[in-house]
């Protein structure tokens, strides 16, 4: 999706191809057959209980916005098998590796959306979610770019809108500019507190974290990362 597809969406959130290699066939395969299955039919309105999308009973909703390689959000799902998870990825090809993973493992608590994540986030029912997952978000590191990130004053407000009262927000970067850039949005909105005393708070991965492809990429290229936890106030 491009700046000229959309040209009224400049404080939202802009991503880059939504395509790479062809698909092996069994994720071609999953894309026909789970994709509509598992992904949020956003032409419905949203079930009350978010908790109805799921065919098992679950007990926690969690969104992981933008999960690429899916490894965090499959890891999680498995962890913690009483929580409901609804992850969101445009790029295509990612979202079939995830595909295939929910097939082998058989997960039946994650549902999925492969578009703007802003889009889902308008239809879900206020207060609905309790964690929300922005890990390693495109970091737009030029200046002239900054606006394109997905933190932003009107994204916040979307977290802020669905998240339960004492809400998680939890955020990964390896960009020293982005990091900044989302303590200050958050402090600025004021309807979030960041959880953190001193600075091995913000250094120490999120409690059971696996790593992520993009943060392994970092490590390679010698960045290291921040951990920023917010609770919905
Ligand atoms: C830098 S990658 C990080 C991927 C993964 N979280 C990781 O840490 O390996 C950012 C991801 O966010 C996705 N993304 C970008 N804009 C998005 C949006 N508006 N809604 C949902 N996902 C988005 C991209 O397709 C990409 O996969």
Redesign the pocket.
């Given at each position: 999706?491009t700046e000229q597809q959309h040209p009224n969406r400049a404080t939202?959130?802009?991503?880059?191809r939504?395509k790479g290699k062809p698909l092996r066939e069994r994720q071609a395969e999953g894309m026909a057959t789970l994709l509509p299955a598992l992904k949020l039919d956003l032409q419905s309105e949203a079930p009350a209980e978010l908790s109805e999308l799921f065919p098992v009973s679950v007990e926690e909703l969690r969104l992981?916005?933008?999960?690429?390689?899916g490894?965090?959000l499959v890891h999680r799902a498995r962890e913690n098998p009483q929580t409901g998870f609804i992850g969101?990825?445009?790029?295509v090809n990612?979202m079939a590796k995830l595909l295939s993973r929910v097939d082998e493992l058989e997960l039946k608590n994650i549902r999925v959306?492969d578009?703007?994540?802003?889009q889902a986030l308008d239809w879900l029912p206020d207060a609905s979610l309790d964690h929300i997952d922005l890990?390693?978000?495109?970091?737009w590191p030029k200046r002239k770019h900054w606006k394109r990130r997905?933190v932003s004053q009107v994204n916040l407000d979307r977290f802020h809108r669905v998240l339960k009262p004492g809400g998680m927000f939890c955020f990964?970067s390896d960009i020293d500019t982005y990091v900044n850039w989302t303590l200050i949005h958050c402090r600025n909105h004021g309807g979030f507190e960041w959880l953190a005393d001193q600075s091995s708070d913000w250094l120490t991965p999120f409690a059971g974290w696996p790593g992520?492809?993009?943060?392994?990429?970092a490590r390679r290229e010698g960045r290291s990362s921040a951990y920023l936890t917010f609770r919905k106030v």
């Open positions: 999706m939202e959130a802009f991503f880059g939504r992981e916005i933008g999960f690429g390689g490894e965090h969101i990825e445009p790029f990612s959306y578009d703007d994540a802003t890990l390693y978000p495109d970091p997905f990964a992520t492809r993009y943060e392994n990429k």
